[in-house]
């Protein structure tokens, strides 16, 4: 069972900067492919970022230009660069790893439990 702890979210000013980490259980990190998704009140959970772990990167719309997805492999984090936030970034954040658990390529997903951002203007 892989568990996620995301922290670093908060109230911030628009056009401010956050970083979101997400701490990852497990000896296989690595491994994990991760992703960052978020959720505004009212609307459905968005993939918003996703780095592999052959270190492919994936932006939705909303994240190029401004966001940035990393990972420490030493640290078994990954991490989130919000630069120039906006009110409409305002949502919960969740962590999200996919971890393969055989060959055949089966695999399972794991959720962090979600954290605020706000973005006033």
């Known amino acids: 069972q892989v568990q996620l702890v995301e922290a670093g979210g908060g109230l911030v000013q628009a056009g401010g900067s956050l970083r979101l980490s997400c701490a990852a259980s497990g000896r296989r990190f690595s491994m994990y492919d991760m992703s960052w998704f978020r959720q505004a009140p009212g609307n459905q959970r968005e993939l918003f970022a996703a780095l592999t772990s052959g270190g492919i990167v994936n932006y939705g719309d909303s994240a190029k230009g401004r966001f940035t997805i990393s990972r420490d492999n030493a640290k078994n984090t990954v991490y989130l660069e919000m630069n120039s936030l906006k009110p409409e970034d305002t949502a919960v954040y969740y962590c999200?790893?996919?971890?393969?658990?055989?060959?055949?390529?089966?695999?399972?997903?794991?959720w962090g439990q979600g954290i605020q951002v706000t973005v006033s203007s």
């Open positions: 999200n790893a996919k971890v393969v658990v055989n060959v055949e390529g089966a695999a399972i997903f794991a």
